[in-house]
T-cell receptor, first 114, second 112 residues
Framework: DSGVTQTPKHLITATGQRVTLRCSPR?????VYWYQQSLDQGLQFLIQ???????AKGNILERFSAQQFPDLHSELNLSSLELGDSALYFC?????????????FGPGTRLLVL | SQQGEEDPQALSIQEGENATMNCSYK?????LQWYRQNSGRGLVHLIL?????REKHSGRLRVTLDTSKKSSSLLITASRAADTASYFC????????????FGRGTSLIVHP
């Protein structure tokens, strides 16, 4: 158990809908990362937050947005969902978000868009 | 395109054998990390090697880094069935903001 929690574990929804994925980092970790893992694209970095502020942005679509709240939990919002958004979404956390830090991954949310 | 690419895509061995997987990347890096992922689960960090290091050990794991060839290898010695998983390398680009980039992974199956 990494100490990172994600809810829900599974999510099935329809195209055009909007969903929110939630992540709670390990106690004491200030940085949160979001990743998307699909069969065709592999594991893609989406976005990183550090202590409530956006720190780095990867391949995140404009239909997706995220935020980190004062209690350090984070939410990833996916809107106007398409079939291709079906994937595993992982959250990871680290202490300070630096390049040499270990990231601890949550168990993921499996999203299926029908 | 992916910064790190693992090779082979899949590897099937018997328990007790060694498993070697490779990672190649394209741009200069500060660090390279290896992770393991059991089917459908989150990634677990295995080892980090800095760009000024050439080799690192952790238990049955040995990682090498050749920055001149932009490649790294992960060796698992005396493999066990429990080592069955996908293995990913992750790199960061030196300079600029930190964006971790993962390869597609090597799927390792260790037969008991």
């Amino acid at each position: 158990d990494s100490g990172v929690t994600q809810t829900p574990k599974h999510l099935i929804t329809a195209t055009g809908q909007r969903v929110t994925l939630r992540c709670s980092p390990r106690s004491g970790d200030l940085s949160v990362y979001w990743y998307q893992q699909s069969l065709d694209q592999g594991l893609q970095f989406l976005i990183q937050y550090y202590n409530g502020e956006e720190r780095a942005k990867g391949n995140i679509l404009e239909r997706f947005s995220a935020q980190q709240f004062p209690d350090l939990h984070s939410e990833l919002n996916l809107s106007s969902l398409e079939l291709g958004d079906s994937a595993l979404y992982f959250c990871a956390s680290s202490v300070g978000g630096g390049q040499q830090e270990t990231q601890y991954f949550g168990p993921g949310t499996r999203l299926l868009v029908l | 395109s992916q910064q790190g690419e693992e090779d082979p895509q899949a590897l099937s061995i018997q328990e007790g054998e060694n498993a070697t997987m490779n990672c190649s990347y394209k741009t200069s890096i500060n660090n390279l990390q290896w992770y393991r992922q059991n089917s459908g689960r989150g990634l677990v960090h295995l080892i980090l090697i800095r760009s000024n290091e050439r080799e690192k050990h952790s238990g049955r794991l040995r990682v090498t880094l050749d920055t001149s060839k932009k490649s790294s290898s992960l060796l698992i010695t005396a493999s066990r069935a429990a080592d069955t998983a996908s293995y990913f390398c992750a790199t960061d680009r030196s300079g600029g903001s930190y964006i971790p980039t993962f390869g597609r992974g090597t799927s390792l199956i260790v037969h008991p």
